[in-house]
């Protein structure tokens, strides 16, 4: 089964948490999935798979009974192989690790939104359907979707890319494009060499989302890509195509970033 398939994905949903199963199933059936089943525990959940498999599993890691989500997983995947979307509250290193040894398509935090679900599983398809033809493993990490996505925009990352959302898609682009960021109000333009994003979001929560890019604040109002600085004076600083004032109260963080020899 693809994305691209006439016939409608079905899906998996094993969560034993009965209202948020619910609130699934009413999601996805209105983005015109089907619901292969639902289940509260990993053994219901691979009874359900032997008899009819699905085409995707959404799964919450913090399942009731002796298997856990990741267990279920492992199970899932041993009797057929099939794309897991993992779903949970925990959102520490040490979980997302043990996760990411099961392979997984996808790893969203709760609550999740429409979109988050239809994003994670269209690439979750797109990459299982690139195993199957090639025999080989997409060079990227699971999705993960910070607990604070509700906070204003979406912003999804798989590997060294990032998916923004415009005009009702997720737009896919490289880390290494962004050049800077500016805050205006309740927005933030994310800008790169050829495109700009308008996001929703304060320019503080974009910088925590986006925690493990080289995007460093040198004004109240902007952020810069540390590897894109071309120049910089004790008050602005260049990078190509634009100048933007460095803020008296960001200079020593900025220039911390540099060594001095």
Not at 1 to 23: F, G, N, Q
Not at 118 to 135: D, K, P
Request: proline letters at 4%; a negative charge; hydrophobic letters at 45%.
């Amino acid at each position: 089964m693809t994305a691209t398939s006439a016939k409608p994905i079905s899906i998996l949903i094993v969560e034993d948490e009965a209202i948020l199963a619910l609130e699934l199933c009413l999601k996805l059936e209105a983005e015109g999935y089907i619901i292969a089943g639902t289940a509260t525990t990993g053994r219901q959940a691979l009874a359900l798979h032997k008899e009819q498999a699905a085409d995707i599993a959404i799964c919450d890691i913090n399942l009731r009974g002796d298997w856990n989500g990741i267990e279920t997983a492992r199970q899932l995947a041993s009797e057929s192989p099939i794309p897991i979307i993992y779903l949970s509250a925990l959102t520490d290193r040490e979980t997302l690790e043990q996760a990411k040894v099961t392979k997984p398509a996808a790893y969203l935090t709760k609550p999740v939104t429409t979109d988050s679900l239809r994003i994670a599983i269209e690439i979750a398809l797109s990459n299982f359907a690139y195993i199957t033809n090639t025999g080989k493993a997409p060079a990227n990490d699971p999705i993960t979707i910070p607990m604070n996505a509700r906070e204003g925009e979406t912003i999804l990352q798989v590997g060294d890319y990032i998916f923004i959302k415009q005009n009702y898609q997720f737009v896919r682009l490289h880390k290494g494009e962004v050049l800077y960021v500016e805050a205006e109000d309740k927005y933030t333009t994310v800008v790169t060499p050829t495109r700009k994003f308008v996001l929703r979001i304060s320019l503080a929560v974009l910088l925590q989302r986006l925690a493990d890019m080289a995007l460093i604040r040198v004004h109240r109002s902007y952020a810069v890509n540390l590897s894109h600085v071309e120049s910089f004076s004790d008050y602005e600083v260049q990078v190509p195509g634009q100048t933007v004032p460095l803020g008296r109260v960001y200079k020593e963080e900025f220039l911390h970033h540099f060594r001095f020899r």
